[in-house]
């Protein structure tokens, strides 16, 4: 059995990234949001694209205002008016100053811009109550950016911030890497689709919903199988047209030692290779990891295959943990796709048996002095407790070395979403 970093250690070697060339896509901006960049994108464009205001007032000449002050102002005679959008057909000259709007195209001799507050219009003219230093209020052009040099880097997601800056360079169609696919199986005779109704014994599926979420989450393209019996053949079939047809295969139940846990003896039947197969954590010690040869003989990226314990915490604690870092690492993702765990205090006792590193769910607080605090879920915390995990943003990690921790202690907490 290995330990929760040999596992998370041996799957991240596993993982392989999307090709920036075999497995390019050329999209348009529209399309964009939540994609990975495949190459370095520059722009033709300096940023900002001209010197423009930054401020509602006066563009002006500072060799004008060298002994202004509000004791003793300098009058300037106002020659234009320049909204933003507009291109100045004039410059100014000594004496003279130009009403000016945010945004607007500096003109031609002005060096700096006096805010309207610090001055008084009379009419044609305008006192100007304090002196500006150079370049006051002027956004120059080229200071953001520069045409040419990088401006996003292969490997970046495009959030809201990274689609604004292509928008603002004019790059309508992107290069990004294509989605991973990601096939999706519960395995159990006893197992129900939720628009089905339930008989005596059955079990509601919570873990293909939940999972299909998870992986739409990281970017992939989710295809849900949906339900497999225990049945050697139906399985095995199931399983090979996945692999067939996928980047990543994901399966929940059939992998613990029970007389219809089949999934591993299949792998191995299909020609896979099983690099693990439990892992010392709680929830979720049954683990299976495996990879097959790509179909693509010109390919040297693995299949990789996660059969996830079919408990209903269980199977999203390890989707977490494990899987969702090599999703996001195989869609091209250069960073940010290791897990992330903050330093938070605890509201309330912690407590595990110290036998295996153990995962409490609940909530983590940001507080208003910067700091973390975690709130651990209400009732049971049993891997079969589904309902105290709603509104579970963290996971507190306990320690084979330090399996209880009091309130008011700090405790190291896993972000998840």
Not at 80 to 108: D, L
Not at 236 to 242: H, L, P, Q, T
């Amino acid at each position: 059995m290995l330990s929760v970093q040999e596992a998370e250690a041996k799957i991240s070697n596993l993982t392989h990234p999307l090709d920036p060339e075999r497995d390019r896509q050329w999209i348009s901006l529209d399309e964009a949001s939540g994609r990975i960049l495949a190459a370095d994108v520059q722009s033709a464009l300096d940023f900002p694209y001209w010197d423009n205001s930054a401020m509602d007032g006066y563009a002006v000449r500072t060799a004008d205002l060298e002994t202004c002050s509000a004791e003793s102002p300098v009058t300037l005679d106002v020659v234009m008016e320049i909204p933003a959008g507009h291109n100045p057909q004039q410059g100014i000259s000594a004496g003279q100053a130009a009403r000016i709007f945010t945004g607007a195209m500096m003109p031609t001799g002005a060096d700096a811009v006096v805010m309207q507050e610090r001055t008084q219009r009379n009419g044609d003219r305008v006192i100007i109550l304090e002196r500006p230093e150079p370049r006051a209020w002027v956004r120059a052009k080229g200071d953001y950016y520069r045409a040419g040099s990088p401006l996003l880097y292969d490997g970046t997601r495009l959030n809201a911030p990274e689609i604004a800056i292509l928008a603002t360079a004019q790059c309508a169609v992107v290069a990004v890497y294509r989605q991973p696919v990601v096939s999706l199986l519960s395995t159990g005779n006893e197992l129900i689709t939720p628009d089905q109704t339930l008989q005596t014994g059955q079990i509601i599926d919570s873990n293909q919903p939940a999972i299909a979420a998870l992986v739409q989450q990281t970017g992939a393209i989710t295809r849900r199988l949906g339900i497999i019996p225990d049945q050697r053949s139906a399985l095995k079939k199931a399983i090979e047209g996945a692999i067939a047809t996928s980047d990543v295969v994901i399966s929940t139940g059939g992998v613990s030692v029970g007389d219809y846990d089949y999934v591993e003896e299949i792998l191995v039947e299909l020609g896979g290779t099983l690099h693990i197969q439990s892992v010392a954590v709680k929830p979720g010690k049954p683990l299976t990891v495996a990879t097959f040869p790509n179909p693509d003989a010109n390919n040297p990226r693995p299949i990789l295959y996660f059969g996830l314990p079919g408990n209903p915490v269980s199977a999203p604690v390890g989707f977490w943990r494990f899987v969702q870092p090599a999703l996001k690492k195989l869609s091209g993702q250069s960073h940010g796709w290791e897990p992330t765990f903050i330093r938070a205090v605890s509201r309330l006792a912690l407590k595990a048996d110290g036998k295996r590193e153990t995962y409490l769910w609940g909530q983590l607080v940001l507080m208003l002095d910067g700091t973390y605090e975690f709130d651990l879920a209400g009732g049971s915390h049993s891997s079969g407790n589904l309902i105290n995990l709603a509104n579970t943003n963290g996971l507190a990690v306990l320690s084979c070395d330090r399996p209880s921790i009091a309130a008011g202690e700090w405790v190291l907490v896993m972000q998840v979403s």
